[in-house]
């Protein structure tokens, strides 16, 4: 059976090798989430049930590769028997299917001047995390680390740098957090925003301090409302990495568990958060910690301006408690999971097995 890996495919579509992409599951999970450039045929009734003609209505290009995809790598494997019956010559299965394609990642490079300190978008292009890797001189911060922690330590290594401090914008909920692993394997120290959440020793942020390496200017500006211990970063003073607290579209959620008080707190102390954000430079640059939308290979980094945001987001321009009733109306569902995410988060534990189970299902950190 000729299959691919997640991380073989992920590099062809990096390289922007031409390559056809079969989604067969159902529909309904073809929503929540895809591979970008892949065509989608709702055959899993029908290749299940063995029909031969499940996939007939599909018109491939047979100079290129296919690799089929399903929810697991099991009937992805069944469409693959059927193409190459039909004397496609390069059919491959995707090994562990959508859930394993869960830790597939592209990046990109924020387009800043030369003397600044570059910045990397590091996307997971299924879940839609973004973290961050900040390289200067000899050395790199890392936020927000969602990736398996070699990944940062090659790309690291790639720009001649040694990663020196890793940061959490906060306690996640809709990922398990790489930071404190990443923080062990590369040496460097762990620094999160103040809180009594987790059981393990870190570097405690607080309002206002430089939480970078000394060639470094990234300050923190503490924002709660999506968790109350929520703080974004403010690098030489027009770079801000907003966490979930502020996106390109939409505003961060009060978190989940809160009960009914605590939501109401929260979303005051969002919306406070929020118009401490907006006070600064108009022009200053965006980038989120999350994307609802698969993350394309096309090595253009999601980010925008607080002036673009402003003018996009009605809510913004609302009054406190217009803003408040809003933002309480329209709390979404828990991502998958959240409650033993968050559990584990706080522990420091990353569980070897079962990750991909852990974290599967579409990003729901945003409010809209
Ligand atoms: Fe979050």
Known sequence: ????????????????????????????????????????????????????????????????????????????????????????????????????????????????????????????????????????????????????????????????????????????????????????????????????????????????????????RLMALHTPGHTMESTCYLLDGHILFTGDTLFPASIGRPDLEANKTEALLRAHALYQSLHRLLALPADTLVLPGHTSAPVPFDGVPLMTTLSEIDERIDLLHAKRADFVDTVLARLPAPPFNAARIVQLNEQGVLPEQALTELEAGANRCAIF
């Open 1 to 216: 059976m000729n299959t691919i890996s997640v991380e073989q495919l992920r590099t062809w579509l990096d390289e922007g090798r031409p390559v056809s992409i079969v989604d067969v599951r159902p529909l309904a999970q073809r929503q929540e989430w895809a591979i970008p450039g892949s065509l989608h045929l709702d055959a899993y009734e029908a290749l299940n049930a063995h029909d031969a003609q499940a996939l007939a209505s599909l018109d491939l290009d047979g100079s290129r590769p296919v690799v089929t995809v399903c929810a697991a790598g099991k009937t992805s494997q069944i469409a693959a028997e059927q193409l190459r019956a039909r004397g496609l010559p390069q059919v491959f299965s995707l090994e562990g299917g959508m859930q394993a394609w869960s830790l597939a990642w592209n990046s990109a490079t924020i387009p800043l001047p030369d003397y600044s300190p570059q910045v990397i978008q590091m996307r997971r292009t299924g879940k839609g995390c973004l973290s961050y890797m900040i390289g200067m001189g000899a050395e790199a911060v890392v936020i927000d680390a969602s990736l398996d922690p070699q990944i940062y330590l090659d790309s690291a290594a790639r720009h001649g740098w040694q990663i020196t401090r890793v940061l959490d914008t906060h306690i996640h909920a809709d990922h398990l957090s790489r930071s404190r692993e990443l923080a062990r394997q590369s040496g460097a120290m762990l620094l999160l925003p103040a809180q009594q959440r987790v059981s393990f020793p870190f570097t405690a942020i607080h309002d206002g301090e430089m939480c970078g390496i000394p060639s470094l």
